[in-house]
Antibody, heavy 120, light 112 residues
Framework: QVQLQESGPRLVKPSWTLSLTCTVS??????????WNWIRRPAGKGMEWIGR???????NYNPSLGSRVSMSLDTSNNQFSLHLTSVTAADTADYYC????????????WGQGTTVTVAS | DIEMTQSPLSLPVTPGEPASISCSSS???????????LDWYLQKPGQSPQLLIR???NRAAGVPDRFTGSGSVTHFTLRISSVEAEDVGVYYC?????????FGPGTKVDIK
C-alpha cells in the first residue's frame, strides 16, 4: 500500500523559506511513469496545484508562484521536497503531497496533509 | 490556465436519493490518447482528498459503484446513485491536461 507523509515546520516567519518533505513508502519514487506533486489549500480558499517533479528531473511549477518555488528529490531516502521562499501570510495553508501517474490519473495517492502558518 | 467551474457549490442531500455534480472546463480536456484528463476527488471532513474517478469515467480502486463519472471534452458529471451518510464532504474536479493543473472550486455535500 502506497503511503505519503508530509513533514516540516508548521510555523514559518514572514520572508523566510518554507520547506516541506514528503516521505513515500510502498513505492519507489524512481518509477518512470510516476510524478510527485505538491498541492495546497489556503484557509477559506480553493485547492492550488504547486508543482510536480519526475525522477528524471523534469519539473513543472505553477507560474503563479514565480521563482519562489523549487522542488527536489532524495532518491536515497525515497523523499521529495518543496521549498517556497519569501513567504507571506498568503502562503498560510494546508499543504499536501501526492503521487500522479502519466496517462492514468492526476493525483492518485495523497498524503494526510500538514498545516503551515506564516506568522511572526 | 484552464478554468474549472462546478455546480452547485452546495448540495444538501437525502440518504438514499441520487445526487449529481457538474464540472466544466474553459478548454478541451480530451487528450490525443483519447482520454479526458479530468479527475474527481472527495475530501471528507478532517481528511485529505481521495481519488474517486480518474480520466473522466474510471472509478479508482475501492470506490463504490454508486459513483459514476461521465462526460467529455469540456463538460463532465459526477453522479451518486444513492447517497450514503459517509459521502459527505467536498467534491473537486481537477484537470491535468495542461500545466498548471487546476481545480474546480469544490461542491460541499451534506445531509439535509
Amino acid at each position: 500500500q502506497v503511503q505519503l507523509q508530509e513533514s516540516g515546520p508548521r510555523l514559518v516567519k514572514p520572508s523566510w523559506t518554507l520547506s516541506l518533505t514528503c516521505t513515500v513508502s510502498g513505492a519507489s519514487i524512481i518509477n518512470n511513469n510516476d510524478y510527485w506533486n505538491w498541492i495546497r489549500r489556503p484557509a477559506g480558499k480553493g485547492m492550488e496545484w504547486i508543482g510536480r517533479i519526475y525522477s528524471s528531473g523534469t519539473i513543472n511549477y505553477n507560474p503563479s508562484l514565480g521563482s519562489r518555488v523549487s522542488m527536489s528529490l532524495d532518491t536515497s531516502n525515497n523523499q521529495f521536497s518543496l521549498h517556497l521562499t519569501s513567504v507571506t501570510a498568503a502562503d498560510t495553508a494546508d499543504y499536501y503531497c501526492a503521487r500522479g501517474r502519466d496517462h492514468v490519473s492526476g493525483l492518485n495517492v495523497w498524503g494526510q496533509g500538514t498545516t503551515v502558518t506564516v506568522a511572526s | 490556465d484552464i478554468e474549472m467551474t462546478q455546480s452547485p457549490l452546495s448540495l444538501p442531500v437525502t440518504p438514499g436519493e441520487p445526487a449529481s455534480i457538474s464540472c466544466s472546463s474553459s478548454q478541451s480536456l480530451l487528450h490525443s490518447d483519447g482520454n479526458n484528463y479530468l479527475d474527481w476527488y472527495l475530501q471528507k471532513p478532517g481528511q485529505s482528498p481521495q481519488l474517486l474517478i480518474r480520466l473522466g469515467s474510471n472509478r479508482a480502486a475501492g470506490v463504490p459503484d454508486r459513483f459514476t463519472g461521465s462526460g467529455s471534452v469540456t463538460h463532465f458529471t459526477l453522479r451518486i446513485s444513492s447517497v450514503e451518510a459517509e459521502d459527505v464532504g467536498v467534491y473537486y474536479c481537477m484537470q491535468f491536461k495542461q500545466i498548471p493543473f487546476t481545480f474546480g472550486p469544490g461542491t460541499k455535500v451534506d445531509i439535509k
